[in-house]
């Protein structure tokens, strides 16, 4: 597994160890409010274990290794580390009789196994998932921007507030984040590969949403993986900024409407995983047991890495790195927690 640490030239950090970890904390407590109240979200609480074989886990992009094992105490199944709530969530929503208009969110750690490190990827991911109860015909692209319109505000929001808080950070982010799709995007760029054409569109916007991830291009390629069972790939996309810390195209959300039973049956049918509608997940979706909603994940390691400015993500979460990592980041004045 290959490792790449990106080291800024003269790289000072703006906040010391402790100033570090107020920062983060008051983060934390800031745009979890922030994004609660612009999305109408109650916190719940949230497994870090589930059963296999029951679909609920997200498999990401099918090719991720989940970290699993066993346990006397729970004799009849092997057990799965999350690596995501993408589809638990919406279970979650059913469960607790949530109204259309409003959802949850909630602290989702995860591990995962098979990332390769770099100064945006641990081996342990802290995300703010949240899930919210859409009717049937808000499966829109203008419920989507919409909700993009208001985490992109709550993150704003919470720049100024950090900023006025510590007053060696100053705010770099646009009023407005744009839109396009991964087609347009190759469409202007067919030369470039597609983390080539987000760099340079975040750099020419400094925030954009970039839409329809899972499904192949004119091109016969991908923009990027999804799974076939949790976004609509015509409804969903990524949150992208533009670092200058690092001088590249920095996500920190991924999100969408999820699909419904027509779009799960042609994607997992796409992606030669019709054997997946047999299971539980999947089964509480084509017999419309389960709400229409829309959803996603906000890395929180990730804001706290750009809100702080600060060139790895070590610098903001506890966790565990190879000597390549430590020997970079010790060598390039980036001090690691």
Not at 114 to 128: C, K, R, T
Not at 298 to 323: P, T, Y
């Amino acid at each position: 597994m290959s490792t790449t640490v990106v080291v800024p030239r003269s790289y000072e950090p703006k906040l010391n160890l402790l100033q570090t970890e107020r920062a983060i904390k008051a983060v934390k407590d800031y745009f979890e409010g922030a994004l609660a109240d612009a999305l109408q979200l109650t916190r719940v609480s949230a497994p870090i274990l589930l059963k296999n074989g029951t679909g609920i886990n997200d498999n990401l992009n099918g090719i991720e290794r989940i970290v699993s094992f066993d346990a006397p105490a729970v004799a009849d199944a092997q057990l799965e580390v999350v690596q995501s709530l993408a589809k638990w969530k919406r279970m979650a929503l059913a469960r607790y009789g949530i109204p259309v208009g409003e959802g949850l969110y909630t602290d989702m750690n995860a591990i995962r196994r098979d990332e390769a490190l770099d100064n945006l990827h641990s081996l342990y991911v802290d995300q703010w998932d949240w899930e919210k109860v859409i009717a049937y015909e808000n499966r829109t692209l203008n419920t989507l921007k919409s909700e993009v319109l208001n985490i992109y505000a709550a993150v704003r929001q919470t720049e100024a507030y950090l900023c006025s808080r510590f007053p060696q950070l100053s705010p770099i982010l646009p009023e407005k984040i744009q839109f396009i799709t991964t087609q347009e995007l190759e469409t202007l760029y067919p030369e470039l590969s597609p983390k080539e054409r987000e760099n340079v569109i975040a750099k020419q916007y400094g925030a954009v949403f970039v839409m329809q991830i899972g499904g192949l291009l004119r091109s016969g390629e991908k923009h990027d993986g999804r799974s076939p069972d949790y976004d609509d790939w015509q409804l969903n996309g990524d949150i992208v900024l533009w670092y200058p810390v690092l001088e590249r195209a920095f996500e920190i959300s991924s999100m969408g409407i999820r699909v419904d039973k027509k779009s799960l049956l042609d994607q997992l049918a796409e992606s030669g995983e019709e054997a997946r509608q047999s299971l539980e997940f999947h089964q509480a979706i084509l017999s419309g047991k389960l709400p229409y909603t829309i959803g996603g994940g906000i890395g929180q390691s990730r804001l706290c890495m750009f809100l702080l400015r600060k060139a790895h993500i070590g610098e903001v979460q506890a966790s565990v790195w190879n000597d390549e990592v430590i020997f970079a980041c010790e060598n390039g004045n980036i001090p690691l927690l």
